[in-house]
Each structure stands twice: as structure tokens, then as C-alpha cells.
Antibody, heavy 121, light 111 residues
Framework: EVHLLESGGGLVQPGGSLRLSCEASSFSFSDYGVAWVRQAPGKGLEWLSTIDSSGRSTYYAESVKGRFTISRDNSKNTLFLQMNSLRAEDTAVYYC??????????????WGLGTLVSVSS | DIVMTQTPLSSAVTLGQPASISCRSSQSLVHSDGNTYLSWLQQRPGQPPRLLIYKISKRLSGVPDRFSGSGAGTDFTLKINRVEAEDVGIYYCMQVTHFPRAFGQGTKVEI
């Protein structure tokens, strides 16, 4: 069964940085696009970023463009999200999600358990 | 940007009875490749989202057949044929046709 495990969350001060990881297993990671989606406490889901299977194509929501960077290491089956200039409104559970195809442009068929990021002084 | 609007936002259902959730997009979700990338997700309390339906009406493997999706263009519906206790949670529609990806606000289903 597809497994996605996020890590790297925690408490960070406003203006600080954090790097999230998502380790994938039980599928051929390098064949699929992957994405980050977040959920603020008690709120709905917000798509943040998608990366294709090769890592050459990336897409961002306006809310994080210029502050967050998505990347992947296919040799380590791992997806990353570098988050800079963090704000209080970035406080959320961050999920990684696998796309059903290589482009990252189809649908998210599997989701990780999430990692909590809290931005507060 | 596309706005996804779900109705109702909350639904109290009786076990064994049907339930229906509507999702409307502000623009057509028909992709240039001819597909409509509208998905339905379930989020049980304290759990991550889980894909139920993709491309309007296709159930992911392992999803009970009491869940069905329908619709076209800008109007879509998720139906639960006979609600079971394990169906309690929040249901989201999501469009993957256009960037930025967008989710509906969520519909809370409770017994």
C-alpha cells in the first residue's frame, strides 16, 4: 500500500524557516507527481504546490509563491518543502499527496498523515 | 481563480438513508484533454483526507459502491446511497483541471 510520511514540522517564530520532508514508500516515487496541501486549524484544505515526476516543473499557489520552494530527491524517494519568511497564517497541518500520474496534473490519490507547523512568537 | 462552492455546509443524516452533496465551480472544469478533473475527498475526524471519487464519477479502488459521483461542466454531486456510521466526516470537492487547484469549503456529514 502507498505510504507517505511527513516530517519536519514544529514551532517556529514569525520570519523563520522550516523544511518539511515527505518520505514515500511502496510505489515507484520517481514515476509520479506529488504535491503539498495544508489545513489551518479547524479550516478547509488549501493546495500549495505541485512538482512533476522529474522535478523540472513546479507550480505554486499565490499565497506561498516566492516564500516556499518544492523539490524532490528521487534517489531518496523524498519530497521537500522549504518554507521561508513564515507568518502566523502559515500555521497548519501540512500534507503531502501523491498524484495519479507523472505530471502532477491529474488527481491526488493518496495522502500522508500530515505534520503540524506552528508559527508563533 | 476558480471558486468551488459546496452545499449544504452541514448535513444531519439518518443511518441507512441517502445523502447528497452539491459542488459548483465558477468555471467549467473540462480540461483541454477532454477530461473533467473533479474529485471528492472524505476526511474523517482526526484523519487526513482520503480520495473517494476522481474524474467526476470514478471510484478509487476499495471505496464502497454506496458512494457515487455525477455531474458535468460546473455542477457536480456526491451521493451516499445508504449512510453508515463510518461515513461521518467532512467531504470536499476539488478541481485539478486549472491552476491554482481549489477545494470546496467542505460539507460536514453527521448522524
Amino acid at each position: 500500500e502507498v505510504h507517505l510520511l511527513e516530517s519536519g514540522g514544529g514551532l517556529v517564530q514569525p520570519g523563520g524557516s522550516l523544511r518539511l520532508s515527505c518520505e514515500a514508500s511502496s510505489f515507484s516515487f520517481s514515476d509520479y507527481g506529488v504535491a503539498w496541501v495544508r489545513q489551518a486549524p479547524g479550516k478547509g484544505l488549501e493546495w500549495l504546490s505541485t512538482i512533476d515526476s522529474s522535478g523540472r516543473s513546479t507550480y505554486y499557489a499565490e499565497s506561498v509563491k516566492g516564500r516556499f520552494t518544492i523539490s524532490r530527491d528521487n534517489s531518496k524517494n523524498t519530497l521537500f518543502l522549504q518554507m521561508n519568511s513564515l507568518r502566523a497564517e502559515d500555521t497548519a497541518v501540512y500534507y503531502c499527496a501523491k498524484d495519479a500520474g507523472p505530471t502532477g496534473l491529474i488527481f491526488f490519490d493518496y495522502w500522508g498523515l500530515g505534520t503540524l507547523v506552528s508559527v508563533s512568537s | 481563480d476558480i471558486v468551488m462552492t459546496q452545499t449544504p455546509l452541514s448535513s444531519a443524516v439518518t443511518l441507512g438513508q441517502p445523502a447528497s452533496i452539491s459542488c459548483r465551480s465558477s468555471q467549467s472544469l473540462v480540461h483541454s484533454d477532454g477530461n473533467t478533473y473533479l474529485s471528492w475527498l472524505q476526511q474523517r475526524p482526526g484523519q487526513p483526507p482520503r480520495l473517494l471519487i476522481y474524474k467526476i464519477s470514478k471510484r478509487l479502488s476499495g471505496v464502497p459502491d454506496r458512494f457515487s459521483g455525477s455531474g458535468a461542466g460546473t455542477d457536480f454531486t456526491l451521493k451516499i446511497n445508504r449512510v453508515e456510521a463510518e461515513d461521518v466526516g467532512i467531504y470536499y470537492c476539488m478541481q485539478v483541471t486549472h491552476f491554482p487547484r481549489a477545494f470546496g469549503q467542505g460539507t460536514k456529514v453527521e448522524i
